[in-house]
């Protein structure tokens, strides 16, 4: 069943959403957006390409503690922090995007010793997921069999139509949720067709590309090429690509104290940083911004693929779009050979 | 644009080849035609590979303190990357006689992000290098009237809790990817104090008090040596406009000591202390 | 669920000053909790992590044997913020412990073979462990003959003192201690670890060597092994990177496609040699 609710009514929506569980949708910040949590129904825009950041930090926010501390003259009292899980929902999540929670569970929840944070956030996650109607020339989405317009791994899918948003539930939980949602119109027989018809198109759109078979392997096999060296010159080693990726996951931990109060935290971390391998020796095993850059790539595209099975990149630009000097992640890994 | 980039084709040819040169910083095609890379060159073929055109916005003086001392280098410079080659001779960072500064007169550069204009709020006004070896066009005129520190007018007109608002707000968003710090061509620390771990002056988790730290110790550490090329700017992917708080300090500085900094390579730089103390009448 | 970034309370029971500089201390450890003492199953080679609030968290190997009872034990040396308080802290003192963490070495795989057990300096605490595991009376027969050879730059850098001298005295193992730089009152051998083994010139014959030590000294040390006849296969080793969580999550310590806090820190040379050489 296809619901559809006009624009001039998407703030009624977004409040309505916000009452099911706390709302993170795109906001307007700088020249760009991102995603947020939602305190006001109006700061919500779906007029948007994709946001700066990716969506992980619903799920994995950039700083969390894991335990609160007091330090004083009589010893050191503490308590572990809270893990706060309740409900979530994101609105406007691209198909992409929606891809990267699902790398990031085989880590995080579906092997070893399983992350009680992200697990705990993940089970209670409802995603509105929402086609893209346009391609950016740095995407390269499909070279992961990624269209503009799946519903995989979403609970609902949003597509925007000339004056409204068409919305289809895939799982139970998209449908209550949509249930839940009284001024949300049944679609007509003409709103069926018309999402399939945005459904198709936004199929049909044409990202980059890149031939990805036996890819782990061939990077494997030039880990000691000079090559490295030449795709990284240009680097500055900060740390924005991977900041900005939704399936990057890096963190440190690192305990902070003010005046006695203190949290041990779990903070975003970046293989592109220097101090990231550094023994308290001073011995480094990554000294050089080629071999950063080599974890980087080989990470995702090499040694995840080892372990999990899949690449651990959906396409979706970021890296590109944001690299100050304009490393395209796209093209190192085709040149890599 | 053409003819600066067949000029720069053709003496980062030559350099390599008559080996006056063992390397040359330029620019290079990137993922397509508005999105150059830095090119970092040391074969005389891969002089074909430069490329330049308005997006070609980087400040490759950012390298120089990348190769070892005694390294031969020549380097493409537009107007506010020669001054910040010429900080880096004045701080002992590069020797003079080590350079081949390949001068670029040019205006009309563009954001290749956004693709917006380049002018005096985000940089320098100046159009042409103040040192080079090489000049690859003619001089150009240099705008008059336009000063540097226009763009501020608006943020001296605010009350001190406006301010502080305005610059609260704004690093709040800091993810703390430190890319403006790494495209700066003069944030050349071996290690940087927000990386100290011995003793910890910056938490790592950005926070409005951290985040607020770290870029007041940047800005004090490049008091009096940036040289508004708004590089950090550009690099920001949360589009903090840091140039403000760097141009508001150089206009301090330039006032104080009569002096901008990296206009001339025998001038005294100066090398003001400020105190956080003294930091109130900018950031309030 | 447990949530494993979370430490659980131990007291430093006793503090062994190990060598002259006093830069390398054994902390003995009593957990506060009688479940996490149980829970605590830990098997020799893995490692865990050691947290004072306030200053961080750093792994460190186990040096005390699962056959010992009501403690654990971890020889640190003075490096960095985390390493410096515990040399600062006094017996009686509460930490936080997180593990055990890690593989362990193979006791499945070591089982009916002679071990021939290398260390050089400190790098010796989980070889410890392994030794102190395999010469419990009850375990002692599963293992063959056990050669020790372990090496420091000077009498006084040598860890484990007591230790080593009974183990010298024991007659189910050969041990050799040597130093690099003797002094005035040192009457045993004089030697770098790889010219030693040398000398000693174990058998590879159904052997296993376990080697731990400063990369130099594994460097000169291997070599010897393989002329000796040692294959990849039967040669282990231990290896350190830069830590955080502990369990694969943080994505600091790989090697390759393998994450030294939980595919190792256990590695035989022949599974090494397929990792990129990044350590
Ligand atoms: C599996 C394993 C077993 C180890 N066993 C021992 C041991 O038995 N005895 C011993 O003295 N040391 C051991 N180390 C090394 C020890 O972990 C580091 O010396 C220690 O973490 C330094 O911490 P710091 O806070 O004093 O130094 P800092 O420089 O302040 O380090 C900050 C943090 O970085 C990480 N870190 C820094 N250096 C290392 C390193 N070399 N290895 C891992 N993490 C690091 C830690 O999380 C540390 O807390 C071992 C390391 C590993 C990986
Ligand atoms: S964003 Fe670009 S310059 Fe920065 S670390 Fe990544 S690849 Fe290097
Ligand atoms: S590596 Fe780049 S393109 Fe791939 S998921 Fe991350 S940000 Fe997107
Ligand atoms: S290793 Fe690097 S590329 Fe891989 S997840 Fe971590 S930060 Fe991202
Ligand atoms: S580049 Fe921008 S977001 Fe990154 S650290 Fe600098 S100000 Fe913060
Ligand atoms: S220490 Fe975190 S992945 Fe190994």
Not at chain 1, 166 to 177: C, N, P, V, Y
Not at chain 2, 192 to 213: G, I, L
Not at chain 2, 273 to 283: A, C, G, Q
Not at chain 3, 247 to 252: D, P, Q, S
């Amino acid at each position: 069943m296809i619901t559809k609710i006009g624009r001039e009514k998407l703030q009624e929506f977004v409040a309505g959403l916000m009452k099911s569980g706390r709302l993170f949708a795109p906001v307007k910040e700088g020249k760009g957006t991102n995603f947020k949590l939602i305190t006001d129904p109006q700061s919500v825009t779906l007029d948007f390409y994709n946001t700066i950041q990716s969506p992980k930090a619903v799920l994995f926010p950039q700083s969390e503690d894991l335990v609160n501390y007091n330090i004083s003259h009589d010893g050191i009292a503490s308590e572990p922090a809270p893990i706060d899980d309740g409900s979530r929902i994101i609105l406007g999540v691209r198909p992409c995007d929606v891809q990267s929670f699902e790398i990031m569970d085989r880590l995080f929840n579906g092997s070893g010793i399983v992350d009680p944070y992200w697990s705990a956030r993940r089970s209670n996650l409802t995603i509105i997921a929402y086609a893209f109607d346009r391609a950016d020339p740095v995407d390269f989405y499909n070279a992961f069999g990624i269209t503009g317009s799946d519903e995989q791994g979403s609970d609902i899918l949003m597509v925007r139509d000339t004056n409204s948003f068409l919305f289809k539930a895939f799982t139970d939980k998209g449908t209550k949720l949509l249930e839940t949602m009284p001024f949300l119109e049944k679609g007509t027989a003409d709103d069926e067709k018309r999402m399939t018809e945005i459904v198709d198109k936004g199929r049909d759109i044409a990202t980059r590309t890149l031939d990805t078979a036996e890819i782990h392997k061939r990077l494997a096999g030039i880990f000691d090429s000079p090559y490295w060296e030449e795709a990284a010159a240009a680097c500055l080693n900060c740390g924005v690509c991977t900041y900005v990726c939704p399936t990057c996951h890096c963190f440190d931990i690192q305990d902070e104290t003010l005046f006695g109060e203190g949290s041990r935290r779990k903070i975003w971390d970046s293989c592109m940083f220097s101090d990231f391998t550094l023994h308290a020796s001073g011995h480094n095993p990554r000294t050089k911004k080629s071999q950063r850059l080599r974890q980087r790539i080989n990470h995702k595209f090499s040694y995840y693929v080892e372990n999990f099975g899949i690449i651990s990149c959906v396409g979706c630009g970021r890296c590109t779009r944001s690299c100050p000097v304009n490393i395209d992640i796209l093209t190192v890994v085709e040149e890599a050979r | 644009m053409i003819q600066i980039e067949k000029r720069l084709r053709e003496e980062a040819k030559r350099l390599l080849e008559t080996k006056e040169a063992a390397v040359v910083l330029a620019f290079g095609r990137g993922f397509d035609e508005e999105h150059p890379m830095p090119l970092i060159l040391r074969k005389p073929s891969d002089a074909e590979k430069i490329v330049f055109n308005e997006y070609c916005t980087f400040n490759m003086a950012r390298h120089l303190t990348e190769f070892p001392p005694g390294t031969k280098i020549a380097v493409a410079v537009k107007a506010a990357d020669s001054r910040a080659v010429t900080v880096l001779i004045q701080e002992g960072k590069v020797k003079r006689e080590d350079l081949i500064i390949l001068g670029i007169p040019v205006a009309g550069m563009k954001d290749f992000r956004s693709g917006t204009a380049i002018d005096a709020t985000t940089t320098g006004p100046a159009v042409n290098p103040v040192l080079y070896d090489i000049l690859l066009a003619d001089l150009l005129p240099e705008p008059k009237d336009v000063s540097p520190y226009d763009v501020l007018a608006e943020i001296e007109a605010m009350s001190p809790d406006d301010r502080w608002g305005f610059w609260s707000a704004e690093f709040s968003r800091c993810i703390r990817c430190y890319a403006c710090r790494k495209a700066c061509p003069l944030c050349y620390c071996e290690t940087c104090f927000v990386d100290q771990a011995k003793p910890r002056w910056s938490e790592k988790s950005p926070s409005a008090s951290s985040n607020m730290m770290f870029h007041l110790t940047r800005f004090y550490h490049l008091a009096g040596r940036c040289i508004d090329c708004g590089s950090c700017s550009r690099a920001c992917p949360m589009d903090i406009p840091l140039y403000l708080f760097h141009k508001k300090v150089s206009k301090e500085c330039e006032e104080m000591f009569d002096q901008a900094a990296g206009m001339c390579v025998d001038a005294k730089p100066v090398m003001v202390d400020f105190k956080v103390e003294d930091s109130d009448d900018i950031l309030l | 669920m447990e949530n494993p970034y979370i430490p659980m309370p131990v007291t430093v029971d006793k503090i062994f000053i190990e060598v002259d500089t006093k830069e390398i201390k054994t902390f003995r450890l009593a957990f506060v909790n009688k479940t996490d003492e149980e829970r605590f199953n830990y098997r020799p080679g893995q490692f865990a992590e050691l947290s004072i609030y306030g200053k961080g968290e750093s792994p460190i190997g186990i040096a005390s044997s699962p056959t010992d009872k009501g403690y654990v034990e971890f020889t640190v040396q003075k490096a960095g913020i985390v390493t410096s308080e515990l040399h600062d802290l006094e017996e009686g003192a509460q930490i936080g412990l997180r593990g055990p963490l890690g593989n362990s070495w193979p006791l499945e795989f070591l089982e009916g073979k002679n071990i021939v057990i290398v260390g050089g300096g400190f790098a010796f605490t989980t070889l410890r462990s392994l030794a102190n595991f395999m010469l419990n009376d009850e375990q002692r027969s599963r293992f063959g003959k056990i050669v020790m050879i372990y090496g420091a730059r000077t009498p006084g850098l040598l860890c484990y003192k007591p230790e080593l001298k009974a183990w010298e005295d024991r007659s189910d193992m050969e041990t050799f201690v040597t130093v690099d730089k003797g002094d005035n009152n040192w009457k045993g051998r004089e030697g770098f670890v790889p010219t030693v083994c040398k000398q000693v010139a174990p058998s590879s014959e159904n052997a296993v060597a376990v080697i731990c030590g400063p990369p130099v000294m594994i460097r000169f040390t291997l070599p010897v092994f393989f002329e000796l006849g040692f294959s990849k296969e039967n040669i282990l080793t231990s290896l350190e990177m830069k830590m955080k969580c502990g369990f694969g999550k943080c994505g600091r310590c790989n090697v390759g496609h393998k994450y030294v806090c939980k595919d190792g820190p256990v590695f035989s040379l022949a599974e090494l040699e397929n990792l990129s050489r990044e350590y």
